[in-house]
C-alpha cells in the first residue's frame, strides 16, 4: 500500500513537471533557443519560492520551490506548488521532503490569505546508531537507511502582494502548516510547523 501510494505522489510531482514545461512551451515559442531552467523561471506564471519550515525554533527546516499560477482573477488566484525541503530535529531525525499542493489565494487590498492543500514523501532518518538482530543470533550494528512517510499536508499563510499596489515581482507571507507523517508506530502523527518566506518572478 506504502508503494502505492509513493509512486502514485512521484506520477503527481513529475505531472506537474511536465505540465509546467508543456504550458511555458505553448506560451513562448518564440524563445526556443534559450534553456529549459531560463524559460521556466521566466514565465509570468512562475515563481520562486524559499520558506523557513520548522517547528518553531526547536526543528529549524528549509524549503524551496516552485509556484505556478494556474488561474487568476481580481478576488482569487489558484496557485500549483512544488516544494523540496527538510527539517532537523534535534537526538530525535533528520527529515527530507517533496511535497505539493493546490492554493487558493483571495486579495485584501495588498494583502492576501492563502489556503492550501496537498501531499507529499517525507523520508526520516533516525538519529544515533541503529542495530538489528543477525542470523546467528547476535546483535549488530545496521545500515541506516531511513523510513518512508506519506506526509498530507493542509495550510494557512497571510501575506503582502508587491505586485498589487508597488509593482514589485514579490510577495511575503507568514503562516502555519498541517501534516502528518504515517508509518510511526503504525498510525500517522501529527506536526504542524511555522512557515515564513516569500516568492519572487523573474519575469513581471
Same mark, same amino acid.
Given at each position: 500500500?506504502m508503494?502505492?501510494?509513493?509512486? %502514485?505522489?512521484?506520477?503527481?510531482? +513529475? ?7 508543456m %504550458?511555458?512551451?505553448?506560451m513562448d ?9 531560463? =524559460?521556466?523561471? /521566466?514565465?509570468? =506564471? ?5 520558506d ?6 526547536l /526543528?529549524?527546516?528549509? !524549503? +524551496?520551490?516552485i509556484?505556478?499560477t494556474? !488561474?487568476?482573477k ?15 530535529h =534535534? ?7 517533496a ?23 517525507m ?13 546467528d ?8 537507511w531511513?523510513?518512508p512517510?506519506?506526509?498530507p499536508?493542509? !495550510? ?6 508587491? !505586485? =498589487? ?7 511575503? /507571507?507568514i503562516? %502555519?502548516e ?8 503504525h498510525?500517522?502523527?501529527?506536526h ?13
Amino acid at each position: 500500500m506504502m508503494k502505492m501510494i509513493f509512486v %502514485a505522489f512521484f506520477v503527481i510531482v +513529475l505531472g506537474q513537471c511536465h505540465g509546467q514545461v508543456m %504550458a511555458q512551451q505553448s506560451m513562448d515559442k518564440n524563445t526556443d533557443r534559450e534553456g529549459l531552467f531560463s =524559460r521556466l523561471i /521566466h514565465n509570468e =506564471r512562475v515563481a520562486v519560492k524559499f520558506d523557513y519550515f520548522g517547528e518553531l525554533v526547536l /526543528h529549524p527546516g528549509l !524549503s +524551496l520551490g516552485i509556484e505556478y499560477t494556474l !488561474s487568476s482573477k481580481k478576488w482569487v488566484t489558484v496557485h500549483w506548488d512544488t516544494d523540496l525541503g527538510g527539517y532537523w530535529h =534535534r537526538w530525535n531525525n533528520t527529515a527530507l521532503f517533496a511535497k505539493t499542493s493546490i492554493g487558493t489565494r483571495f486579495p485584501i487590498s495588498s494583502m492576501f490569505v492563502d489556503l492550501n492543500l496537498g501531499a507529499g514523501y517525507m523520508h526520516s532518518f533516525p538519529a544515533g546508531k541503529i542495530y538489528h538482530r543477525s542470523a546467528d543470533g547476535s546483535v549488530e550494528k545496521a545500515p541506516n537507511w531511513g523510513n518512508p512517510h506519506f506526509m498530507p499536508t493542509s !495550510s494557512v499563510l497571510l501575506g503582502w502582494d508587491g !505586485s =498589487r499596489k508597488a509593482n514589485l515581482p514579490l510577495s511575503i /507571507h507568514i503562516g %502555519a502548516e498541517a501534516y502528518l507523517q504515517s508509518g510511526v508506530n503504525h498510525t500517522f502523527i501529527p506536526h504542524v510547523a511555522a512557515k515564513m518566506g516569500f516568492t519572487y518572478k523573474f519575469k513581471k
